[in-house]
């Protein structure tokens, strides 16, 4: 199996910036790693994609998040990074990592809660 573990959120002002990491761990010798990503689910509403990005470093953007997010990987750490910056108080919710793994696997990190004052 592989876990996504989630670092970084918070709290920021309206305008201000915040960076996600997620970190694949567990079975990385024998599982091969494919897009890994990040949605998020605000209060109320559904999961939705906010950015993705594969192994050769393609990226997907949802039109809410674009020129204001970047996605970054980095292969030799099985790690995702999310660059948030210009925050807006609607992109507050709950941010989920996503990695897909081995032919039809995907596994969840636990969450973690980013919050935009304005």
């Known amino acids: 199996q592989v876990q996504a573990v989630e670092s970084g959120g918070g709290l920021a002002q309206a305008g201000g910036s915040l960076r996600l990491t997620c970190a694949a761990s567990?079975?990385?010798?024998?599982?091969?790693?494919?897009?890994m990503g990040w949605y998020r689910q605000a209060p109320d509403k559904q999961r939705e994609l906010v950015a993705t990005?594969?192994?050769?470093?393609?990226?997907k953007y949802a039109d809410s998040v674009k020129g204001r997010f970047t996605i970054s990987r980095d292969n030799s750490k099985f790690t995702i990074y999310l660059q948030m910056s210009s925050l807006k108080p609607e992109d507050t919710a709950v941010y989920y990592c996503?990695?897909?793994?081995?032919?039809?696997?995907?596994?969840w990190g636990q969450g973690t809660q980013v919050t935009v004052s304005s």
């Open positions: 990005i594969d192994r050769t470093g393609n990226t």
């Open positions: 567990g079975s990385l010798s024998y599982f091969s790693i494919n897009d």
């Open positions: 996503s990695i897909e793994y081995g032919l039809t696997r995907r596994s």
